[in-house]
């Protein structure tokens, strides 16, 4: 018989990026008693890794509890980057409701469209939390009728556009149920979720249902499985089947060695959990997303939507350059590959494969965002490796026309700079679909483009529009084949031979163009040194040193002024090398280089082409 359990409500918090979600749980937290009165709180606790908490975006989503008039509300921090989409869709299946987080000032965004339209599919219940009230620019009524619009035109039933809207100040730790209301805690908004997400319902009667939906790795006790709580009840020591609703021969006995639920940023040993209860199950070694656990005498499968497939692919390769193995601690290609199939364990959009060479690596994700995060996290534990320009992935369809991925790019921009980001998007095979105008005098522009186009140009734009621009991107399914992209118009400088980069040569080579190194760095033939400003590659010598003799002093050398380099960020590396270039990524640096180092043999591979 089903049954509802009143005292746990299961929501998810969903938004564009940036627009509080993660402060909003820290709030929750705070106001729940979940921390001692005088004990030190991080800002964004839920954020947890470090490259999480330096950009200040979510990547993963994590699960966290609170209690509130003896109802336990479990929450999930869901990330708000369309690259980490796939982590929203799987994670919606665990809840029975959601809190849309929406700015008071930058209003419905794409990626609020794209989390929105998953919630709505699913039939589940929505509170809408204008966040940011507080913000001297909100404009907080005009953004409930934008959040009403996006709902009539994602199809919403009656009940869903009967939802209840929360104005709240997240950094403030506010909520009220009145626009121009005054509040003094989060109270509103956690009595919205009592009365409003429905609670958990199932048959405790009937065996065991637990659906996984997100893996968790731990290096002690490998990987653990989170889920919801269908149907039944599951326990400690019990035997249960693994299935799969998209393998149907996929079925295996395993038994359940540890059990945990949620409480605060914790996870708390429990003997036995039922309907309702988000769970993390530890001890099952080959335990995937989307597979259920099932009573061995009850083997029915929960379906669950298949992952998107990655659209982007990069090759990741040992490191051969003349400097290898100097600053990394992992250098082989043993290392190499033994971490990116570890990556797999946690990250189900990532796809790693061998190739023909025991050297590279061929890694696809669902952008660069996702491949940047990958690389840096590495680098960080102390690889060191190079890896190719990222490229999309084609398909045929069966005329075996090319098909390439397509997006969607929403641009926000001050109107002087619209013309220079619709002529270079247009030069990128981007589509101006729609114009209209944004709030704050600045224009929104609409472009369908294949994903190649967008690859190195968000620092292009970023320079375009003099750092005022927001581009945001989401996947639109695959189109035919454009034609061919011009990437980059510049040629590359490269050194000349190895050596050490002298102030005298350097000085000889700022004439030809912006350079990415200063005196003093170790350099080798081969690699990149700067960016010319004609489309050639020129090779320089930066190590040549002035020669000294009765008639030249040598402090005349001291007048000589450098510009400063340009220091290449990790994404903007990524950007700038063309297909010839790989970047060498270690522990303390980002050297751009040549494929193939030899001069000589890179011109005859030049004329071959």
Known sequence: MIQKREDVRNVAIIAHVDHGKTTLVDELLKQSGVFRENQEVAERVMDSNDIERERGITILSKNTAVMYKNTKINIIDTPGHADFGGEVERVLKMVNGVILVVDAFEGAMPQT?????????????????????????????????????????????????????VFASAKTGIATLQEDGTGVDMTPLFETILDYIPAPEGDPDIGTQVLISTIDYNEYVGRIGVGKVDNGLIAVNQEVIICNHHEPDKQKKVKVSKLYEFDGLNKIEVKEAGIGSIVAISGISDIHIGDTLCAVDHIV????QKISEPTIAMQFIVNDSPLAGQEGKYVTSRHLRD????????????????????????????????????????????????????????????????????????????????????EKLSQRKGELQNMGKASGGYARLEFSIPSRGLIGYRGEFMTDTKGNGILNTTFDGYGPYKGDIQYRKQGSLIAFEAGEAITYGLYNAQERGTLFIGPGEKVYSGMVVGQN?????????????????????????????????????????????????????TPDSLRIRKKILDPTLRKRAGMKK
Request: charged letters at 35%; a negative charge; proline letters at 5%.
């Open 113 to 165: 469209k794209f989390v929105l339209k998953k919630a709505l599919e699913l039939k589940l219940p929505v509170i809408v939390c204008i966040n940011k009230i507080d913000r001297p620019e909100a404009r907080a009524s005009e953004v409930v009728d934008e959040v009403l619009e996006l709902f009539l035109e994602l199809d919403a039933d009656d009940s869903q556009l009967d939802c209840p809207f």
């Open 301 to 304: 499968p929960i379906p669950f």
């Open 339 to 422: 971490r990116l199939f570890r990556e797999l364990n946690t990250d189900v959009s990532l796809r790693v494969e061998e190739t023909e060479s025991a050297d590279s690596f061929k890694v696809s994700g669902r952008g660069e965002l996702h491949l940047s995060v990958l690389i840096e996290n590495m680098r960080r534990e102390g690889f060191e490796f190079a890896v190719s320009k990222a490229e999309v992935l084609y398909k045929t369809d069966e005329n075996g026309k090319k098909l390439e991925p397509m997006e969607l790019a929403y641009v926000d921009v001050p109107e002087e700079f619209s013309g220079t980001v619709i």
């Open 533 to 585: 400003g004609k489309s050639e590659d020129i090779e320089l010598n930066v190590c040549k040193k002035k020669q000294l003799t009765n008639t030249r002093s040598s402090s005349a050398d001291e007048a000589l002024r450098l510009t400063p380099p340009k220091i290449l960020s990790l994404e903007q590396a990524l950007d700038f090398i063309d297909t010839d270039e790989l970047l060498e990524v």
